[in-house]
């Protein structure tokens, strides 16, 4: 009685080619999520390195005027006197100089 082992001696090209194939279908997703994750964190990176530097060469390049908004160091207020009050010691907003009481969170200020 002779035993012969179907499909073993047939199909080991097959079979190779699935292993391949299999794993690179299991590594593919997550090398994607891996991805994903550090672009995340690099973008981040880069907003954050790469803003400031925007905001100050708006500001350079059009004398405080802004290109939309971004890089407005002018003050709109340019008719009005400024605050002169003191500082809160709880939250370190400025006042009117004649107030007796933050304007923003309400505690007695000093003077």
Known sequence: MSTTEPGLREHTSLRTLLRVVGVVLLLAPATWCLRAGFLGVGLRYVA?????????????????????????????????????????????????????????????LAG
Not at 78 to 92: D, M
């Open 48 to 108: 954050g390195e790469t803003t400031p530097v925007i905001k100050d060469s708006g500001s350079y390049l059009t004398n405080g005027e802004g290109i939309l908004g971004v890089g407005r160091t002018v003050d709109d207020r340019s008719g009005e006197a400024a605050e002169t009050g003191p500082f809160c010691t709880r939250c370190g907003t400025r006042s009117d100089a004649a107030a007796g009481f933050c304007d923003h969170c309400g505690h007695a």
